[in-house]
T-cell receptor, first 114, second 112 residues
Framework: KAGVTQTPRYLIKTRGQQVTLSCSPI?????VSWYQQTPGQGLQFLFE???????NKGNFPGRFSGRQFSNSRSEMNVSTLELGDSALYLC?????????????FGDGTRLSIL | DQQVKQNSPSLSVQEGRISILNCDYTNSMFDYFLWYKKYPAEGPTFLIS?????DKNEDGRFTVFLNKSAKHLSLHIVPSQPGDSAVYFC???????????FGPGTRLSVLP
C-alpha cells in the first residue's frame, strides 16, 4: 500500500512569492492534515480537510490556505512568502476524522525562503 | 501556551538498556495519546497509542504508560537499540476529535 506522497520534496522561493504544495493521501484515507515543523517548535497544526471541507484550522495567518479535491488529494498554498515561512511542511492522512486512529505522515516538503 | 510538553530535548542511553521518554500535558480534555518517531529527512512514523481509559499499552519493545491524575505519560523502550536513535514526539487529541497537539520532541541517542 503506497504511503502519503508529498511533492515537491524541496522548494526554494524568495520573499513575496507564493507557493503550492501537494499531498496525495493513502488510498482510502479521506482526512488530510497539514503541519509546519520548525527547529525547536515541534509540529504546528495548520489545518485539516475531510471530504473536501476544512474541518479544523490552526493559529496561522490567512496567507496559509488549503483545499481538498474529490479524490482526497490536498494542496496547501502560502502567499506573500516571508523568511519565517522556511520550514518542513508535513502532510498526514487518516481514514476518517476524529476517533482513535493515528495519522500517517508523508516525508514532507522542505521550503526555503531566500 | 504549550499544551503538550516534552521537557527533555535530548536523551542518551546505552544499547540494551531502557529508554524512558516523558511527556506532560495540561488539557484535561485530552483522551487519546500517541507517540511518533522521526528520522532525519523522513516524516514521523506512528509508534504506539493509548486511550485515556487505559493506563498501559504494550507493543513489542514499546510500552506507553498514562497517569491521568498527573497528566503525564511515558514511553519505555526495552531493550534500546541503535536504530531507535531518532526524535520522538508525543501527541494528544481531545474527545471532540480536534486536531492533534504535538510536543516539541525529544532526541534519543542509543549508544552502541
Amino acid at each position: 500500500k503506497a504511503g502519503v506522497t508529498q511533492t515537491p520534496r524541496y522548494l526554494i522561493k524568495t520573499r513575496g512569492q507564493q507557493v503550492t504544495l501537494s499531498c496525495s493521501p493513502i488510498s482510502g484515507h479521506r482526512s488530510v492534515s497539514w503541519y509546519q515543523q520548525t527547529p525547536g517548535q515541534g509540529l504546528q497544526f495548520l489545518f485539516e480537510y475531510f471530504s473536501e471541507t476544512q474541518r479544523n484550522k490552526g493559529n496561522f495567518p490567512g496567507r496559509f490556505s488549503g483545499r481538498q479535491f474529490s479524490n482526497s488529494r490536498s494542496e496547501m498554498n502560502v502567499s506573500t512568502l516571508e523568511l519565517g515561512d522556511s520550514a518542513l511542511y508535513l502532510c498526514a492522512s487518516s481514514p476518517t476524522t476524529g476517533g482513535e486512529q493515528p495519522q500517517h505522515f508523508g516525508d514532507g516538503t522542505r521550503l526555503s525562503i531566500l | 501556551d504549550q499544551q503538550v510538553k516534552q521537557n527533555s530535548p535530548s536523551l542518551s542511553v546505552q544499547e540494551g538498556r531502557i529508554s524512558i521518554l516523558n511527556c506532560d500535558y495540561t488539557n484535561s480534555m485530552f483522551d487519546y495519546f500517541l507517540w511518533y518517531k522521526k528520522y532525519p529527512a523522513e516524516g514521523p512514523t506512528f509508534l504506539i497509542s493509548i486511550s485515556s481509559i487505559k493506563d498501559k499499552n504494550e507493543d513489542g519493545r514499546f510500552t506507553v504508560f498514562l497517569n491521568k491524575s498527573a497528566k503525564h505519560l511515558s514511553l519505555h523502550i526495552v531493550p534500546s537499540q541503535p536504530g531507535d536513535s531518532a526524535v520522538y514526539f508525543c501527541a494528544a487529541r481531545d474527545n471532540y476529535g480536534q486536531n492533534f497537539v504535538f510536543g516539541p520532541g525529544t532526541r534519543l541517542s542509543v549508544l552502541p
